[in-house]
Nanobody
Framework: QVQLVESGGGLVQPGGSLRLSCAASGNIFSINTMGWFRQAPGKQRELVAT???????NYADSVKGRFTISRDNAKNTVYLQMNSLKPEDTAVYYC???????????????WGQGTQVTVSS
């Protein structure tokens, strides 16, 4: 059983910073792609950033230059450093891992439970 556990959300003022972490556990050999998505109230879930095991990254235009995604392959952990936060960044942030190579086989598109990020003064 593979689990993704996020941490690091909270309340921050506009212009502030937060760092999200997501650790994958459960007899994992490797993970192809890890990433972050977010969902604001009344809106669809949207991609924030992804990173491959080789370090290639992809960002939504709305966060380019403000957010940085990174990962530690040895720890099966992905991070999201969020700077210059804006009220429109307020959302539940979900960790995603795709093509998890584990003892039970390849697992596609696994999600964490989500962590709330609120940007408000």
């Amino acid at each position: 059983q593979v689990q993704l556990v996020e941490s690091g959300g909270g309340l921050v003022q506009p212009g502030g910073s937060l760092r999200l972490s997501c650790a994958a556990s459960g007899n994992i050999f490797s993970i192809n792609t890890m990433g972050w998505f977010r969902q604001a109230p009344g809106k669809q879930r949207e991609l924030v950033a992804t990173i491959t095991s080789g370090g290639s990254t992809n960002y939504a235009d709305s966060v380019k230059g403000r957010f940085t995604i990174s990962r530690d392959n040895a720890k099966n952990t992905v991070y999201l450093q969020m700077n210059s936060l804006k009220p429109e960044d307020t959302a539940v942030y979900y960790c995603n891992a795709d093509r998890i190579h584990s003892r039970v086989g390849v697992i596609f598109n696994s999600w964490g439970q989500g962590t709330q990020v609120t940007v408000s003064s």
